[in-house]
């Protein structure tokens, strides 16, 4: 078992562009997330599927969108990056209504 | 604002010692989770505690969730080098919107 994964690692993007971050899970999870962790802020919610089809906003989900492409795949998408979204982007799972979450390595982005 | 306060920030320790973690809140929580994170990776969850007073054991660690499901600590007896990383508390009322605090950097000295 892979667990979760997620890619890219790293990117270095240009003000204005934009990207897909990958994430995929193996464990049948029914719950998917996504976060971005800042130094000194912990990892903050961006937005969460709590089944396939459905996708619902956290804590800051002002410049992303996602997709919760079946029950493995959630992807969140940066249409316009800003400096302001550089930041390290942890995907996680989780069975449904589990207080137990299993990240992923993250992809360490960087917006110029 | 941040709905998880944690402290200390920064602690650096000689091995052997013993230390304590807090994690607060003025909110009312059903769980509350304890996380470790090494550079580069993601967080590992160590313990969930779900009841108010609640005290769980994994070997030298000991979780313990207040009474009025505000707060928990975490101690860690006679700390070794392999104990060295981020300490984060989580907490959520359903299951779905997970908060986490700002973390606890720990570092064990040989």
């Known amino acids: 078992n892979a667990g979760v994964t997620q890619t890219p690692k790293f990117q270095v993007l240009k003000t204005g562009q934009s990207m897909t971050l990958q994430c995929a899970q193996d464990m049948n999870h029914n719950s998917m997330y996504w976060y971005r962790q800042d130094p000194g802020m912990g990892l903050r919610l961006i937005y969460y599927s709590a089944s396939e089809g459905t996708t619902d906003k956290g804590e800051v989900p002002n410049g992303y969108n996602v997709s919760r492409l079946n029950k493995r795949e959630f992807s969140l998408r940066l249409e316009s990056a800003a400096p302001s979204q550089t930041s390290v982007y942890f995907c996680?799972?989780?069975?449904?209504?589990?207080?137990?979450?299993?990240f992923g390595p993250g992809t360490r982005l960087t917006v110029t | 604002t941040q709905l998880l306060e944690q402290s200390p920030q920064f602690l650096s320790i000689q091995e052997g010692e013993n230390l304590t973690v807090y994690c607060n809140s003025s909110?009312?929580?059903?769980?509350l989770q304890w996380y470790r994170q090494e550079p580069g990776e993601g967080p590992v969850l160590l313990v969930t505690?779900?009841?108010?007073?609640e005290v769980k054991k994994l070997k030298r660690l000991t979780f313990q969730f207040g009474d009025a499901r505000k707060d928990s600590s975490l101690h860690i007896t006679a700390a070794q080098p392999g104990d060295t990383g981020l300490y984060l508390c989580a907490a959520s009322n359903t299951g779905n919107q997970f908060y986490f605090g700002t973390g606890t950097s720990l570092t064990v000295i040989p």
């Open positions: 996680a799972s989780s069975t449904e209504h589990s207080y137990e979450q299993y």
């Open positions: 909110s009312v929580f059903s769980s």
């Open positions: 505690v779900v009841t108010g007073g």
